[in-house]
C-alpha cells in the first residue's frame, strides 16, 4: 500500500454514511467482497489508488477474470449502494473499514511488517470513534493487536478484528456465500459487531481469537501447498523409478477415501500460498522444516522440468518450446508469482527459443497459440486451461505434469 492521495476523481454521493469502506477494494479480494456487502444491500466504498481500475469498475468493467462479478456489477452501479474513490476522506464517514492488505515477504523471506505500519499512519487520521476495522488478508500472527494497539496509541477507539478471506479465486461470489467465516477478534464487542457484518453473507461464522484466526489462515494455506508439494515429489520418484504415475495414482485413489484428498502435480504457485508458508516458518522457533521442504520442492518444479526435458530429449539449445498457459493456474488470468514464467527463463538460460502463450493473459511478451503450435518444436502444459485438452498437437512433444492430455503424466 503506498501513500494515500487525495484525486478528482467525483464519488457518488460523497458525504452520504457509508456501512463499510474497503481499502484496496479494487483487488482479487477486495472488489468481490465489496459487491457482495454492495449486494445484500449495504452502502459500500471502494477505496483504492488503482485509479485506472476504478475508472474500468466504474464503467461495468471488471479489471480481472471472476465467475459472475462483470453482470453483478453492471446491476449494482444501477444503485447508490456503491461509491468509488482514491479520497482516503472516505474512510470517516464510514461504520466499518475492511482492510485488504496482506503481511508481505520480503527479501530474506521474513514477513514485512511495514505495510501495516504505513497503513495505520495513513488510515489514522481518517478513522471515525467507533467505527469496527477489520483485517481481511492474510496477515502475520499478532498483527490485528499491533493494528489495535497502534489506533489505540492514536486515541482512536475503534474495535478491531480479523476475519481472513477464504474463497479460492475465481469463485469469491459464491464461497463467500456458502463458506462458514471465521470471525478472529479480542473483545465481545468487535467480535459481535464482525459477525453481524458477515452474517450479511454467510450462513455461518466461527469464533475465535484475533491469534488463532491469524494461524488458522496460514495453517490452512500452508496445508494445501503441502499436499501439493507430496505430489510433485511423488511425481518426480515415480518419473524418476520410469514408471507411469498416472497409473500409481489411480492405484491410490480408486475407491479408496483415505487417499482422496491427495491432488495431482503441477505447478503450486500464485500470491497466497508460498507467502503464508514462508510467513509461518518465520514465526516459528524451528523455522519450520516441513514448510521449507515443501517449499523447494514446489518453487524446484520448473528445475526439475528442465532437467527432465534434458535427459529426455539431449539439448535444448537452439530448439524452439511453447508454453501453454502462463497464468498461475487455470481459467485465470492472474500471472502474480505464476511458475510458467520462471520456467521460460529456465528455458531460455538452456539455450532454447521459449514461446509463450495464453488465452486469458494480455501480456506483450505472449504471442498467439497458433503461433505457438506453428512454430515449437515442443510444448509444455504451463497453465492446465480447458482450452488445452483437446489440441491437435501434430506429432509435437509434449510434457504434461497435469495429464492435460489424458495420456498420463509426460515428463
Given at each position: ?24 477494494g ?5 472488489l ?5 456487502f ?11 489508488i ?46 466499518a ?16 511488517m ?47 478484528a480479523?476475519?481472513p ?60 501447498y ?54 509461518l ?92 503450435l ?8 504451463g ?13 509435437r ?11 498420463g503424466?509426460?515428463?
Amino acid at each position: 500500500m503506498t501513500d494515500l492521495a487525495a484525486a478528482p476523481r467525483p464519488a457518488v454521493g460523497e458525504t452520504a454514511r457509508l456501512d463499510i469502506v474497503v481499502l484496496g477494494g479494487a483487488g482479487h479480494v477486495g472488489l468481490p467482497l465489496s459487491l457482495a456487502f454492495a449486494d445484500a444491500g449495504l452502502r459500500v466504498g471502494i477505496f483504492d489508488i488503482d485509479a485506472r481500475a476504478l475508472d474500468r469498475i466504474g464503467s461495468g468493467q471488471m479489471p480481472f477474470m471472476e465467475a459472475g462479478a462483470e453482470p453483478l456489477l453492471a446491476s449494482i452501479l444501477e444503485t447508490d449502494r456503491l461509491e468509488l474513490g482514491t479520497d482516503a476522506g472516505m474512510i470517516g464517514r464510514a461504520d466499518a473499514i475492511l482492510l485488504v492488505i496482506g503481511t508481505p515477504v520480503d527479501e530474506f523471506l521474513g514477513p514485512s511488517m511495514r505495510v501495516f505500519e504505513r497503513a495505520v499512519d495513513q488510515i489514522a487520521p481518517h478513522v471515525s470513534d467507533g467505527a469496527l476495522v477489520i483485517l481481511r488478508s492474510t496477515v502475520y500472527p499478532g498483527t490485528t493487536e499491533f493494528v489495535a494497539q497502534a489506533l489505540d496509541a492514536r486515541g482512536l477507539h475503534v474495535d478491531v478484528a480479523f476475519c481472513p478471506e477464504r474463497i479460492a479465486e475465481g469463485h469469491a461470489l459464491e464461497e463467500l456465500h456458502t463458506l462458514p467465516q471465521i470471525v478472529g477478534a479480542d473483545t465481545p464487542t468487535a467480535g459481535e459487531r464482525a459477525e453481524a457484518l458477515f452474517g450479511r453473507l454467510a450462513a455461518r461464522t466461527i469464533r475465535t481469537t484475533s491469534r488463532e484466526a491469524e494461524l488458522a489462515k496460514l495453517f490452512t494455506n500452508t496445508w494445501r501447498y503441502m499436499k501439493f508439494a507430496v505430489a510433485n515429489q511423488f511425481l518426480a520418484i515415480a518419473d524418476q523409478a520410469g514408471v507411469d504415475y498416472a497409473s500409481v495414482l489411480r492405484a491410490i485413489r480408486e475407491d479408496y477415501p483415505r487417499a482422496a484428498d491427495l491432488p495431482g502435480p503441477g505447478f503450486a504457485a500464485g500470491p497466497c500460498l508460498f507467502k503464508d508458508t514462508m510467513q509461518l516458518a518465520a514465526f516459528t522457533a524451528d523455522h519450520f522444516p516441513m514448510g521449507q521442504a515443501a517449499m523447494q520442492i514446489n518453487e524446484g518444479m520448473p528445475a526439475y522440468l528442465v532437467s527432465a526435458m534434458e535427459r529426455r530429449f539431449g539439448s535444448l539449445r537452439g530448439r524452439t518450446v511453447g508454453i501453454l498457459g502462463m497464468a498461475f493456474k487455470a481459467e485465470s488470468d492472474d500471472i502474480r508469482a505464476s511458475l510458467s514464467f520462471k520456467l521460460r527463463k529456465l528455458l531460455q538460460w538452456a539455450g532454447a527459443t521459449v514461446l509463450a502463450t495464453d488465452p486469458y493473459v494480455h501480456d506483450q511478451r505472449l504471442v498467439s497459440l497458433e503461433e505457438v503450435l506453428a512454430d515449437s518444436e515442443i510444448l509444455v502444459i504451463g497453465a492446465p486451461h480447458r482450452a488445452y485438452r483437446s489440441l491437435d498437437l501434430g506429432g509435437r512433444e509434449l510434457v504434461d505434469i497435469w495429464d492435460m492430455a489424458g495420456t498420463g503424466f509426460r515428463i
